[in-house]
């Protein structure tokens, strides 16, 4: 590996510096993006069973997941209408898609550039090889020939191996994040709809367990 590296030359670097960033960011959005995370199945289902026995706790929804943030800033304004509950929904939901999508267009931008700096490495190289090529004893330079093919050689290899597991991974995590996206969607989808048919008076809880031992101390 040490000599790959010293036989690409200086290009090397900005390729190993794109290698370790692609490396820290696949890992980092494969631990954030698990759909059981950000939209576990049934929240929806089970937000509707508390609104109707009333016992919507709203903090501990926005704490349960992303989803349940979303669903929580759509019941804070269920009695407004559901015109106010779909834009509060359609607002939340942005903001999560949003952190989803974080790091996407660094990982796709790496995929992008670096199959460019191993070109650049191969133009780098060939100049150096024909630059010997034309020089008075060139046929006797096969040593600094061979470096120029080399150099050309390993840096295109190392540009396309960053690039396509980054590009595979690329791919992976959009699809990842339309899917929950999907999955976010329907089960959101389910609160409205309940809400919509809801004959009964909605009660949430909208206090800290802190607040609410502050407002019971008040009162006694």
């Known amino acids: 590996m040490m000599d790959a590296l010293i036989a690409g030359g ?10 370790l960033l ?8 494969l631990w954030t ?3 059981k995370r950000i939209a576990p199945y049934g929240l929806g289902q089970e937000v509707c069973s508390l609104v109707a026995r009333g016992q919507v706790d709203l903090y501990w929804l926005e704490g ?11 019941l804070r304004n269920a009695r407004l209408g559901h015109e106010q509950v779909r834009a509060r929904l359609q607002e939340a939901a942005t903001a999560v ?4 999508e974080r790091f996407l267009s660094p990982l796709g931008t790496i995929a992008a550039i670096t199959p460019l700096i191993g070109l650049l490495g191969t133009v780098v190289g060939m100049i ?3 630059a010997v090529i034309v020089s008075a004893d060139g046929v006797g330079r096969t040593a600094e020939l061979a470096g120029g093919i080399s150099r050309a050689l390993v840096t295109t290899a ?9 590009l595979m991974f690329h791919r992976y995590f959009l699809r990842r994040v339309e899917d929950i996206t999907v999955r976010m969607e329907e ?32 009162g006694s």
Do not use: K, N
């Not at 200086?10 to 290698?19: D, Q, V």
């Not at 349960?64 to 759509?74: I, K, Q, R, T």
């Open 187 to 218: 089960q959101a989808g389910q609160v409205v709809e309940f809400l919509a048919h809801y004959q009964g008076e909605l009660g949430f809880s909208d206090q800290h367990e802190g607040d609410l031992s502050a407002s019971e101390a008040r």
């Open 64 to 74: 349960h997941s992303p989803l349940g943030g979303v669903l929580a800033a759509g």
């Open 97 to 100: 898609i949003h952190d989803m």
């Open 128 to 130: 150096e090889v024909f």
């Open 10 to 19: 200086w290009l090397m670097i900005p390729l190993l510096g794109c290698s």
């Open 33 to 35: 993006l698990r759909a």
């Open 158 to 166: 190392a540009g396309l191996t960053v690039a396509i597991p980054a």
């Open 22 to 29: 692609a490396t820290v960011i696949i890992i980092e959005r």
